[in-house]
C-alpha cells in the first residue's frame, strides 16, 4: 500500500540532494532536488500565506491541514524547506526560490520573534537569508584527480556557514552545469592547474592556485 510523503520527507531528502551536489559536483544531483522542490512547491506550499503544510493538497481529506514549525532533537521541515531554498538561491540565482523562502520567513515571523528557541534551526535559515556568504569554486584539470585536495583542506579548517561551494573539473559538461548556475561560465583551471574562485554577489577575487594566498582571501573578515 502507497501514501503520500510528508513535508519533511521532501525537505530533508532535498537537503541530502544538495549536500551530494555539493560533494560531486554532478549536476544530476542538482536537478533531482529542483524537480522534488517544484511538488514541494505545487503540493505542499502555502502560496497564500506562506511556509508548507505537512500533508500535499492531494492527501485524504483532513479537518485542517498542519504548519509544523517547531524545531526540536529532528528540525521541522519547514526549517529545512526554508534552508533549501536559500541554497537552490545561492546556486541558481533564480530569485523565484528567494522570495518563496522570504515568504516562509514572514508566516513564521511572531513565533521567531516571540519563542525564537522554538525555531532554532529556522534562525539558521534567517542568518543565511540575511549573510553576504562566500562564493566558493575550486576547479581541477581532467588529469589531475586529486589537485583539488590540498584547497579542500584549507577550506575545511575553518566554518564557512551559508556557502555555496562547488568542485569540479575542466571540461565540457560544465558548459552543461552553467546553464543551471550562471555564475560558473568562464570559470575553467588556468594554466592547467587547480584553480580556485572566492567570490561574492557574483564579483570574484583574482583566481588562485596558489594554496597560501587562498587561505587569506578565504579568511578575509568583511567589515560591516
Known sequence: MRHNAYLDDY??????????????????????????DEVLGEHYEDRANGGFFMASDDYESLIAREKPFQDGALPSGNSYAVSNLLRLYGLTTGDAYRKRAESALKSFSNVLAKNPSAMAEML????????????????????QPKGAQPFL?????????NRPFIYIFDGEPNDALSQLIPWLK???????????????????????????????????????
Open 11 to 36: 525537505a530533508f531528502f532535498i537537503a541530502g540532494l544538495l549536500d551530494l551536489f555539493e560533494s560531486t559536483g554532478d549536476p544530476a544531483w542538482l536537478k533531482h532536488a529542483m524537480a522534488l
Open 153 to 161: 583542506d584549507v577550506l575545511r579548517k575553518r566554518f564557512i556557514p
Open 186 to 224: 568562464g570559470k575553467s583551471a588556468i594554466d592547467g592547474k587547480t584553480t580556485v574562485f572566492v567570490c561574492k554577489k557574483r564579483v570574484c577575487n583574482r583566481p588562485v592556485s596558489n594554496l597560501e594566498i587562498f587561505e587569506r582571501q578565504l579568511f578575509t573578515v568583511e567589515r560591516l
Open 124 to 143: 539558521l535559515a534567517v542568518e543565511t537569508y540575511l549573510d553576504n556568504p562566500f562564493e566558493i569554486v575550486i576547479v581541477s584539470p581532467k588529469n
